[in-house]
């Protein structure tokens, strides 16, 4: 299983950005998607994660400003992140959990808002 991040760079605060993640080497349906993301000198966390069967969960931080698509035709899952701030600037990593393969992670793409 190979994950492809893409999109993310450099926006000013207030601003919007899309991030995508491919997902290949799968076929069945049955795994769950998320984006979580890193900020430096911090832990890893979550952003959001949508299940199988669509159901989504934001973090709090993310809640009314991101949305999360996925298109499992596609095995694609698309952020849209607007009202953008410097505390979301972080790596962000897609992850797929499979019950049947197991967890894993895509390379991570790069968000920086600036003040």
């Known amino acids: 299983v190979q994950l492809q991040a893409s999109g993310g760079g450099l926006v000013q605060t207030g601003g919007s950005l899309s991030i995508s993640c491919a997902v290949n080497?799968?076929?069945?349906?049955?795994?769950?998607m998320g984006w979580y993301r890193q900020a430096p000198g911090k832990q890893r966390e979550l952003v959001v994660v949508?299940?199988?069967?669509?159901?989504?969960d934001y973090a709090e931080s993310a809640k009314d400003r991101f949305a999360a698509s996925r298109d499992d035709n596609k095995r694609m899952l698309v952020l849209q992140m607007n009202s953008l701030k410097p505390d979301d600037t972080a790596v962000y990593y897609c992850n797929v959990n499979s019950p049947y393969r197991g967890n894993f992670w895509g390379q991570g793409t790069q968000v920086t808002v600036s003040s």
């Open positions: 080497g799968i076929t069945e349906r049955t795994y769950r």
């Open positions: 949508v299940s199988s069967g669509g159901v989504t």
